[in-house]
């Protein structure tokens, strides 16, 4: 493997042992959700997650850069970032900048994630032209560069078609050496997963149409026969990419009545009905034994490392029977 990509040593601990994150979208708990969601945070490390994520989705919720500085400032242990940061809403000057920030004050705990965008609301929001994919995808690559570049020793220039800097340098450069672990989101064969078995930490497959539709073992193996495929043409160990999985919304409940209850409460319309078409596949409503079952079997097809997002920062019942009764029982 090249040495630009050395093994992280965050890819190498999962190796053996699947790892968890919990991320919380853009919904929030109304307007006292900034201190909710330093409070959640605080309760996923007490549990023992390896990582807390704000979604990017700073048109309708959260701007997750800078609650994930103040949550630096008094977690200790817990890893860092957003799956993912979407490369259309900052420069990538501005990413490179933001990042190595966050890596210095959590002391080494970023995990940076990177990817073309799906919310075609929220391009409208922010007026940034909804691309095709193909041309999306190559704004990431140009993004990488960028990234990468301004992390160097010396200044750098790059003039591509979707992005371009002059002299740039970040300074000082992330506090992980030689850069925190990345994640490239998306299950696109042809393009997105050749960008990941070439600049990437980490594989990031979505459940949701919109995003890839990763949502059975069998699509897991496909994608991840695919990955395996680029990694071989670039001379790269499939073994040094994290495979990991990402649920659009968990909503979890000891039994069937409370979770009915819930899923009325965060759904009123219904699961089916309010994420259909590109949306397909987005929520995952459960019983503790029921959301082993699900996660279990993306596991055994090849699934490493599995991030839950909630609906809600305030829903510690998931939080928390995700922690105790679901992590300790898959294998």
Known sequence: MS??????PWVEQHHNRIGFALQVGPKGVGADRSNQLIKTGLLAEALGYDAFLIGDHPARGPEPWLHLAALSSVARRIRLGSLVNCIHYRHPLMLARLAADLDHLSEGRLILGLGIGWDTDEFANFAIPFLPARQRQAALEESLAIIRGVWGDRPFSFHGRHFQ??????????????????IIAGGGERVTLRQVAQYADACNFLAFESAGGVRTPDDVRRKLAALRRHCEVLDRPYESILRTHMTGWLILAEDEARLGRKVAEYVPEGIEQRFSGALSGFAVAATPPQAVAHYQALADAGIQYFVIQLPDAADQETIRLFAEQVIPNLR
Not at 3 to 8: A, G
Not at 165 to 182: C, D, G, I, K, T
């Open 3 to 8: 040495s630009t990509w050395p093994l992280s």
């Open 165 to 182: 800097v002059e002299n740039a340098q970040v300074v000082p450069s992330p506090l992980q050496r030689p850069s925190p672990p990345l």
